[in-house]
């Protein structure tokens, strides 16, 4: 379209010089400076006309298209075809828009998204899609240039929102990546048929609004002190724990030793015959001893040489 009104414009311009310039050459004699001026201002219109048309044509018709994109053409607004990249030409009357067939990314830094409490939940993410080199032309056709605009951006917002609003405010961050790999999964099955591949999502940042992540802050502290107080109340139970064990230990203690003096005193009582008793009784008495008084009836039978100690009369 643009080619077209060029030439228009040039043929309005160069045809209106050429024929003032042959209106001069017609009425003036020949030979005079007049007729010389207007032939000059026709071959200049001719030559200017050439210029022109031709520079014009060639930019038009001569298209270059970079390596890893594609060109579709366009003739007064219909899509009629592509190409391939490398050097290209076009009728110049047809128009030719580039794009990019590579692996492109994009960034998303304003994702908001809801929890099951409905907290707001902030998302960046970042994408990397690209388009089969066969579909663009079919994919321009349908849903047009901006097509990135129409399908891929109001899904990436939609399917984190419907994948966060699955969980609780603080499972949120633990379950990222089934969060990802539910969103990616979503995106390449609704924008399979329009042949635009999804090669990865990647969530850079999940964030809460300042109240909630103090509210988590102080609940941790709160959290980290009750254990701390646990391991008290379960380091005084053990110190406790040990302290009866240690008093049962020494009650044992205490009656494994009476135990053991009963039954000394029990094995000494039955050794302690009479006759033992009044051996260890004369073992008691002093070596001066000349005169005892036994008590009668007690059965005791002393010989008297044993209290005088061997004293002969």
Known sequence: ????????????????????????RSGAASGSPERFRG???????????????????????????????????????????????????IAP????????????????EDITAFSQETQDVFVIATLNYSVLPSAVQKLYREVGPNWFDVLIEPRVF?????????????????????????????????????????????IDNIDFRPEFKQAIEQKQIAAQDALREQEK?????????????TAKGEANATRERANGQADANKALAASLTPEVIQFQAIQKLG????????P????????????LGGIKP
């Open 39 to 89: 032939t000059i201002a026709m071959v200049a219109a001719g030559v200017v006309f050439a210029i022109w048309a031709g520079l014009h044509t060639v930019t038009a018709t001569v298209k270059p298209i970079e390596a890893g994109h594609v060109g579709v053409v366009y003739q007064f607004g219909e899509i009629i075809g592509q190409r391939e990249e490398g050097l290209q030409f």
């Open 233 to 245: 109340v379960k380091q005084k139970q053990f110190e406790a724990e040990q302290a009866v064990e």
């Open 158 to 202: 939609n399917f984190f929102k419907e994948e966060t609003v699955k969980y609780q405010t603080v499972d949120v961050g633990p379950n990222r990546e089934a969060i990802r790999r539910a969103v990616q999964q979503r995106l390449s099955n609704e924008l399979g048929p329009y042949s635009i591949q999804i090669n990865d999502l990647l």
């Open 1 to 24: 379209m643009t080619w077209v009104v060029s030439m228009i414009a040039a043929l309005v311009i160069c045809g209106a010089v050429f024929l003032v310039g042959r209106a001069a």
């Open 287 to 294: 070596d001066n001893i000349q005169i005892a008084l036994i």
């Open 296 to 307: 009668s009836g007690q059965g005791v039978i002393l010989d008297p040489a044993t209290l």
């Open 93 to 108: 009357w047809q128009t030719m828009r580039t794009a990019s067939v590579q692996v492109q990314r994009h960034k998303f």
